[in-house]
């Protein structure tokens, strides 16, 4: 006779947790002295802590004192990009790009890039980040990384119109050979000013085609708006409309110079839309303006949490990006009950996995979810006393306060160990590696910022 799913034993059960749970509303909330059961990768159920005593299960996780979340969700970053983390430091984003940056990433090879996505993994599963958008080249390497280690990801093979009709090509064939699994795909144009109008309207028609999203910085920040408009007449948004990318599923970086005139354009568009913040590279990049969230929250627009690449942004720390997005939406809009800390973990949590097209699957820890679970230890002196549960996570905790990692049931780091990444082999050949990617000696670039 075959045991009942509730007799049988379970993959995994987490026990004495407060759970962040979602109600019909969408509204954070949580429940105190629970469990989680997980089977086949899959949350099978939230309930009480007496409801699974005695239950059987391959594993168990004791997580009293501890808040279980759905993992973080990192919407957009270049995860090799670590490599560089220090490398261009205190300068504007021209030269940023044009002086450093892309001069580097001509010497990059696919191990540079494994070992950069493999770094930044390692980074992101002991900061509970369990999926992440990628944006970058070499992407068999970074696929490779991810099935490896166990982390979720939504990879996209950037390209340019210098590259010639290849480059789309390439970010195509990438799309159509990974998709599956842990890892879902997308069209990468690198931007607006970087991938002409014929290679947007080509993009948008194979990504119609193939059923494919489209990820691509726009309207990164308020020059590039401006700059756009003196040239040509229109916005890096009206760009997006002109030539379809509106009318594909897209994920837009940025967005720090998105206009009111721009506003209707994305409430209209034909696809899904989203956009990802990454506020601190906003910051020490000195633009006057960030992403307008409370404006695209007014019309449906999700904005994930992201923390770009850690070139610019030194870190791959989604907790801080959550605390920034809060507090400098607070300022931009001279409003202190905007953002609260409850819509705080939602964007970190559910409008994170939208942002990223996997809403119906990540983004609440419920019945029928991927088990993707981070476990938070608020025990430090730096977390207590408690009075605001939602606060203390948004404001006071930290990404080391991450205690275990679960990503479709499988656990990636416990107690702080990770399990499928050997960190001190990886620094030791990135050092060895490092003389020859920082060499600017050649006098090459593999491109021109010019917005």
């Known amino acids: 006779m075959t045991p009942s799913p509730a007799e049988a034993p379970a993959d995994l059960i987490i026990t004495g947790c407060t759970v962040l749970v979602h109600d019909d509303q969408e509204r954070i909330g949580f429940e105190e002295d629970a469990a989680i059961v997980v089977r086949d990768g899959v949350v099978e159920s939230v309930t009480s802590a007496d409801a699974v005593r005695g239950r059987d299960a391959v594993e168990r996780i004791d997580a009293a004192g501890q808040v279980a ?6 919407c957009h970053t270049h995860a090799p990009m670590v490599t560089l983390r220090g490398v261009a430091e205190d300068l504007p984003i021209e030269e940023w ?17 494994e070992l950069g996505a493999r770094l930044a993994c390692a980074e992101m599963i ?13 992407m068999d390497a970074v696929a490779a990384v991810v099935e490896e280690c166990g982390i979720r990801a939504h990879l996209g093979e950037a390209f340019f119109s210098s590259q010639g009709p290849q480059g789309r090509e390439k970010s195509l064939e990438f799309a159509l050979r990974h998709r599956g699994g842990r890892i879902t795909t997308a069209l990468a144009p690198h931007a607006p000013y970087t991938v002409d109008d014929a290679d947007l309207a080509a993009t948008a028609a194979l990504a119609r085609d193939h059923d494919l999203p489209v990820h691509l910085h726009a309207a990164e920040n308020r020059d590039q708006a401006e700059a756009g408009l003196a ?7 009206e760009v997006l409309r002109r030539t379809g990318i509106l009318d594909t599923d897209v994920l837009i970086a940025h967005g720090t110079g998105i206009l009111d005139s721009d506003l209707p354009l994305l409430e209209a568009a034909d696809g899904s839309t989203a956009v990802a913040t990454a506020p601190r590279g906003y910051l020490k990049f000195a633009w006057p303006t960030t992403t307008p969230v409370r404006a695209l929250h007014d019309i449906g627009i999700p904005v994930g949490l992201a923390t770009d690449g850690a070139a610019s942004n030194n870190s791959l720390d989604v907790w801080e990006s959550m605390a920034l997005t809060a507090l400098v939406q607070k300022s931009t809009t001279g409003d202190p009950r905007w953002l609260t800390a409850r819509q705080a973990l939602h964007h970190a949590t559910l409008q994170s996995a939208r942002a990223v097209g996997l ?6 820890l419920a019945p029928g979810r991927r088990a993707d679970i981070v476990l938070v230890d608020l ?6 006393p408690v009075h605001d549960l939602a606060a203390t996570l948004v404001h006071s905790a930290r990404s080391s306060d991450v205690r275990t990692t679960v990503v479709d049931g499988r656990i990636l780091m416990r107690d702080r160990e990770l399990l499928t990444i050997d960190v001190p082999a990886v620094v030791r050949e990135l050092g060895e590696r490092m003389p020859a990617l920082l060499d600017r000696g050649h006098g090459r670039r593999i491109q021109d910022y010019d917005s």
């Not at 979340?69 to 990192?74: C, Q």
């Not at 040239?231 to 948004?237: E, S």
């Open 97 to 113: 790009f044009n002086d450093v940056v892309w001069p580097i990433e001509s010497n990059l090879t696919e191990k540079d890039v």
């Open 359 to 364: 809403g119906d699957r990540l983004g609440t």
């Open 126 to 138: 002991r900061a509970g980040v369990t999926c992440f958008a990628d944006h970058y080249f070499s």
């Open 231 to 237: 040239r040509h007449g229109v916005t890096p948004i």
């Open 379 to 384: 025990s430090g002196p730096h977390t207590q």
């Open 69 to 74: 979340l759905p993992g973080l969700v990192n």
